[in-house]
């Protein structure tokens, strides 16, 4: 199926001279989204998943609906002073700025075996920070699945040592 047709590419979005990979469109299409969260599915099941997790919010559209079609409980990463409960966070840089994620400290065992899925690979930062709060409460990162991956950005050579599966390359 071809799913790289369903992405639009927004110019100039979110500011001059990046070209914004829109996944809404491919969201909107029934059999598009299914076949995704299928070929994640399977990336998944290969790796023995235990738990998904995945950063807010698009990373979220994806995470959600993989777990549920592998029968896996989710794990959302949030933003800064989201989470209700007792959390662990990490701050990373941002092209302007920093940012800060966070997760639930009694949201993954020690020794599970976690997927995490975002809708897309660039820099590698967000998806590296996501790691590391997942390696802190002593999870398996056993691997990482985008709907996107920008190679023209070092972001899996950031990813080094890890499984990684994306379904579209630009
Ligand atoms: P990174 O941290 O790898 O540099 O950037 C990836 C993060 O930024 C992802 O969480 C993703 O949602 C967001 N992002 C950056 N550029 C794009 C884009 O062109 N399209 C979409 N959908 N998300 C993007």
């Known amino acids: 199926m071809d ?3 369903k992405i639009r590419v927004i ?3 979110p500011e001059p001279g990046i070209r914004f990979k829109d996944i ?3 969201l909107q299409d029934g059999e598009s989204f299914k076949y995704a969260i299928d070929k994640m599915a ?3 099941r290969n790796q023995n998943a235990e738990i998904v997790a995945g950063p807010e919010a698009r990373g979220f559209v994806l995470a959600a609906p993989l777990a549920y079609a592998m029968g896996l409980g989710f794990v959302p990463i949030r933003k800064a002073g989201k989470l209700p409960g ?3 966070s990490v701050s990373y840089e941002l092209e302007y700025g920093k940012d800060m994620l966070e997760i639930h400290r009694d949201a993954i065992k020690p020794g599970q075996r976690v997927i995490i899925a975002d ?3 660039a820099t590698g930062g967000t998806i590296k920070s996501t790691v590391r709060l997942v390696e802190e409460l002593g999870g ?3 691997g990482i699945t985008f709907m996107i991956e920008l190679s023209y950005l070092p972001g899996r050579e950031k990813l080094n040592g890890y499984e990684v599966f994306s379904l579209v390359q630009y």
């Open 119 to 121: 809708d897309l690979l």
């Open 42 to 44: 399977e990336f998944a």
């Open 24 to 26: 809404t469109t491919l």
């Open 11 to 13: 110019p100039d979005f």
């Open 86 to 88: 007792d959390t662990v």
């Open 3 to 5: 799913l790289k047709n």
């Open 140 to 142: 398996v990162v056993a």
